[in-house]
């Protein structure tokens, strides 16, 4: 922004026509008041979501092949395990924002865990290393048996096994 | 009053091909009548160049509304709206800027806020949702505040009551106030 023409002006306000709404009033513009959005379009809106959902688990079993490989990576180089982790931890945020919006939230719990576990870039261990693949396992469980909503009996055991692991191995 | 959306140009800025699509769908069943995609915050400010320059190669004469994912590489959504706030390249400093993001922790929605965002919507977010976050940006014509600090929407959404003492210490009728219209 330039700066002040006048002196001794601290603050701007901009007060502008919203165009926004000039540009998406339908019929009966000029009113005063505020602008709704259709319920038909959000109807259909919502179905096309619907479809794309089901083609979610197999998305998602792309992502964990290449966790996997990842996983594998480490084990294979683990000079490379910082980079590794750093491309674990951006695949995790990835899922992390996904999963719940495809009605898998314990995909985003377990992305959230992997997420922030593997934020770890410094002395990576072995261990470390078998709680990513914890993780990653858990995922593939989720998806594989199609267990949606927080899962019941199943989800909890899922995620009790997955607790257990990483207390098992951290340090 | 109902909303047509068929005049308005957005883009979405997305790096998971499989939510830009879903996002791109999604906002063409809702009526809005062009969509651009960009896979990361580079790519969009090389299309919003474009589209200044040459509209007919962009495929699109303007755009209305930015709506950005947060985290991508190399240039992720926070630098893509500084740059649309601040930068002297950018094709409009007040373009309305809906970022998504799946952090949701209040730091970083404030810091989306210091940034000058219009609105956050947080992952995983519902096809409602981001209708009513379209609407959001749509209906409220917030003022830009311009300091020394700070350019983009008024952060003050609502005039609220308050029991305590008023800290503002500046109104339209001060002298180091201006106030521009357009």
């Not at chain 2, 062009?34 to 160049?49: H, K, M, N, P, Y």
């Not at chain 2, 699109?60 to 709506?67: A, C, G, I, P």
Request: glycine share 8%.
């Amino acid at each position: 922004m330039a700066e002040a023409a006048k002196p001794g002006v601290k603050v701007r306000f901009y007060r502008l026509r919203n165009r926004l709404k000039d540009k998406t009033a339908g019929l009966g513009s000029g009113m005063d008041g505020g602008i709704e959005i259709d319920t038909a379009a959000l109807e259909a809106a919502q179905k096309i979501f619907e479809e794309m959902a089901e083609d979610y688990p197999d998305w998602v079993s792309n992502q964990i092949a290449q966790l996997y490989e990842l996983h594998r990576r480490c084990v294979d180089t683990p000079e490379q395990r910082r980079g590794l982790f750093e491309q674990i931890t951006a695949m995790a945020h990835d899922l992390k924002g996904q999963g719940g919006t495809f009605g898998y939230p314990l995909v985003t719990t377990f992305a959230t865990s992997l997420n922030r576990f593997s934020t770890l870039r410094n002395d990576i261990r072995d261990s470390h290393v078998e709680i990513i693949k914890a993780h990653i396992d858990a995922m593939r469980a989720v998806i594989r048996d199609r267990i949606k909503g927080d899962g019941g009996a199943i989800g909890a055991a899922l995620t009790r096994g997955l607790e257990q692991v990483i207390s098992k191995y951290r340090d | 009053m109902k909303l047509d959306l068929q005049r308005l140009s957005v883009l979405v800025v997305e790096d998971s091909p499989f939510i830009r699509s879903l996002l791109a769908n999604s906002l063409k069943v809702l009526g809005v009548g062009q969509v651009s995609l960009a896979e990361d915050g580079s790519r969009a400010i090389e299309f919003l160049q474009l589209v200044k320059k040459d509209p007919v190669r962009a495929g699109t004469m303007n755009v209305d509304l930015v709506l950005s994912n947060w985290q991508m590489s190399p240039v992720d959504g926070a630098m893509l709206l500084r740059w649309l706030r601040r930068h002297k390249d950018s094709p409009d400093r007040f373009m309305p800027f809906l970022m998504i993001t799946a952090y949701s922790e209040r730091a970083r929605v404030q810091e989306a806020r210091e940034l000058g965002v219009n609105e956050v919507m947080t992952k995983p977010f519902t096809i409602r949702t981001l209708g009513e976050k379209l609407i959001a940006v749509i209906n409220r014509n917030r003022q830009f505040v311009h300091t020394r600090d700070y350019f983009g929407p008024d952060r003050r959404r609502q005039n609220l009551p308050f029991d305590g003492k008023d800290r503002r210490s500046l109104t339209d009728k001060s002298p180091e106030v201006e106030i521009i219209h357009g």
